[in-house]
């Protein structure tokens, strides 16, 4: 599942600061709850604003920065 490859990423020092962004058609309260908690930075449901998407991935590479 998505989770456990996330799980597996950030149990990597390599690459376990990768920011991750979440696209969902069907959201679900208990899969966002989840997917916070295994260590997801934004969630998006679709469709999305182009525009809108870009922002949350600068603002998560800007959080990214400033950690």
């Given amino acids: 599942t998505g989770y ?4 597996e ?5 390599e690459i376990s600061g990768i920011p991750f962004i979440i ?4 959201p ?3 899969d966002i709850d989840m ?5 997801v930075q934004d969630y998006i449901t679709k469709p999305f604003n ?3 998407f870009l922002a949350r991935i600068q603002s998560c590479l ?5 950690a």
């Fill in 35 to 39: 997917e916070f908690r295994v260590g």
């Fill in 23 to 26: 696209l969902s058609v069907f």
């Fill in 62 to 66: 800007d959080e990214k920065e400033s």
């Fill in 28 to 30: 679900r309260p208990d």
């Fill in 9 to 13: 990423i950030r149990k990597s020092p």
């Fill in 50 to 52: 182009f525009k809108d």
């Fill in 4 to 7: 456990e490859v996330l799980e």
